[in-house]
């Protein structure tokens, strides 16, 4: 009897692998792909300068340009806006783990000398409305699991796009490209930074939902928010007649059969100026320029 079931089971799961490999979905869901001209990466500013603080928070620690920082850290960016466009820097929040005995005077100012001003540029900044917010609470002794307790996963928002614009709600990490989750996100950033990078709008937004076992979406939504010079209906058309967007298509055209995905265990999954991510890639613009014509 227990042989029967398991023979069963591994049957269903034969039969799911070979709807996955003929093209179709390994799960269900709505996924969302943005990008945004406010930076160079084509990434919400909030985020795209919290992760350049993290990263160098990362840097001094391990160059010893602040010898006594412990390897637990977080980072905020807080950014003006009039009519939807970017004005500047507002607030800037790090904290960072350290040493017993370092006086918090100390860590502000090593942390505004050797992390801050390196990396956020003068010009972003709001001059009479900044505000530095490093280590607020005081000492950040107790840090790691030690001061969190519990698991409480990865953080989505962050591996994405700040909550700046919307997240379906699937995790990315230890999933495969078969799981739509992972592949069709990507897949929509990477058409959403290429309608940007392309002129034709200045925000975008794409849409896609899939049911398991289905080769192409349920639907594609796209949304620039009022930015771009062409209708949003016509950008749907042109994505259906030029993108491929089964799972074995989005596996294809990102080459998510490599092993690459170790380069997304941190900084978040989108926004890096890395060739081996493809979906970071801006090589189809032409498909969106020659709507311009």
């Not at 089971?9 to 709807?19: E, G």
């Not at 950033?189 to 899939?210: D, P």
Request: with cysteine; hydrophobic share 35%.
């Amino acid at each position: 009897s227990t042989v029967k079931i398991t023979n069963n089971i591994a049957n269903q799961s034969q039969n799911i692998d070979s709807k996955v490999d003929d093209g179709g979905a390994g799960d269900q869901g709505i996924m969302f792909g943005f990008a945004t001209n406010e930076t160079a990466a084509l990434m919400p500013a909030a985020l795209y300068y919290a992760h350049l603080l993290a990263k160098r928070l990362e840097t001094v620690r391990k160059e010893n340009i602040i010898p006594y920082l412990r390897p637990d850290g977080k980072t905020e960016v807080t950014i003006k806006y009039v009519d939807n466009v970017m004005v500047g820097i507002t607030a800037i929040v790090v904290s960072a783990s350290h040493n017993d005995d370092i006086p918090n005077e100390t860590i502000k100012q090593d942390i505004l000398l050797h992390v801050i001003t390196p990396v956020i540029p003068q010009s972003v900044i709001i001059k009479d409305e900044i505000k530095y917010f490093i280590n607020e609470r005081g000492s950040f002794v107790i840090s790691g699991p030690a001061g969190d307790s519990g698991l409480t996963g990865r953080k989505n928002i962050v591996d994405t796009y700040g909550g700046y614009a919307r997240h379906g709600g699937g995790s990315f990490s230890g999933k495969d490209a078969t799981k739509v989750d992972r592949s069709a996100t990507y897949m929509a950033r990477y058409i959403a930074k290429n309608i940007v990078a392309s002129g034709v709008a200045f925000r975008c937004e794409i849409e896609l939902s899939y049911v398991i076992g289905e080769k192409q979406p349920l639907s594609i939504f796209v949304d620039t928010f009022g930015t771009s010079k062409v209708l949003d209906e016509v950008l749907i058309e042109t994505i259906k007649n030029n993108f491929d967007l089964s799972p074995s298509g989005i596996i294809n055209t990102l080459g998510l059969r490599k092993p690459i995905f170790s380069k997304t265990t941190n900084y978040g999954h989108v926004g890096k100026e890395d060739s081996s991510l493809k979906w970071e890639k801006t090589d189809k613009t032409d498909i969106f320029k020659k709507l311009l014509k």
